[in-house]
């Protein structure tokens, strides 16, 4: 089993449109979560952390966690086609020092 | 957000040169850093965790005599990818922790490296 899983995709949503993306976690330990956007060709940016259950909300971004459920979202809300890259959910533990990282999910917005 | 800086972000060298790249967390220390390899629309692969004073940790597979990591201070840590081979080609990523608050991780920009 997969420490982090999310869909692949890819998702595509009309612009203006909100964007979900989900990603759930196998180990009940895991403590922090995060989300990154990678462009293509570039390196990953983190845009969200989230670290306690309920909802982070920073601009146009949405995170959701719900450690009960073991799965963290993440919602884009206008979606522009600047949001067009790959998002990655990552997690940390309590313990051990490595962080997990899901496979990407592909999000194209179509102006 | 705090800010970690990668050198070179692109590298074109003969095969069997060496090829060294920096990272440094500009505005805080990192006693963890990270390498990460990508290849073109696939997903980063962890290469190996640094520590700062101790020896890397190498996942399964990679080879710690050629890709060779110090993380001699808190804010600085190198990947030397030794006798360089076109099947190491490849987009090299570094990321480091912090723990200042809630933890959280940063990447550096990447490095392109082209073996001819």
């Known amino acids: 089993q997969k420490e982090v899983e999310q869909n692949s995709g890819p998702l595509s949503v009309p612009e203006g449109a909100i964007a979900s993306l989900n990603c759930t976690y196998s180990?009940?330990?895991?403590?922090?979560f995060f989300w990154y956007r990678q462009y293509s060709g570039k390196s990953p940016e983190l845009i969200m952390s989230?670290?306690?259950?309920g909802d982070k909300e920073d601009g146009r971004f949405t995170a959701q966690l719900n450690k009960a459920s073991q799965y963290v979202s993440l919602l884009i809300r206008d979606s522009q086609p600047s949001d067009s890259a790959t998002y990655l959910c990552a997690v940390s533990k309590n313990t051990g020092n490595q962080f997990y990282f899901g496979t990407g999910t592909s999000l194209t917005v179509i102006p | 957000g705090a800010v970690v800086s990668q050198h070179p972000s692109r590298v074109i060298c003969k095969s069997g040169t060496s090829v060294k790249i920096e990272c440094r967390s500009l505005d805080f220390q990192a006693t963890t850093m990270f390498w990460y390899r990508q290849f073109p629309k696939q997903s980063l692969m962890l290469m190996a965790t640094s520590n700062e004073g101790s020896k890397a940790t190498y996942e399964q597979g990679v080879e710690k005599d050629k890709f060779l990591i110090n993380h001699a201070s808190l804010t600085l840590s190198t990947l030397t990818v030794t006798s360089a081979h076109p099947e190491d080609s490849s987009f090299y990523i570094c990321s480091a922790r912090t723990r200042v608050g809630n933890e959280k991780l940063f990447f550096g920009s990447g490095t392109q490296l082209s073996v001819l």
């Open positions: 989230i670290y306690s259950n």
């Open positions: 180990d009940r330990v895991s403590q922090s």
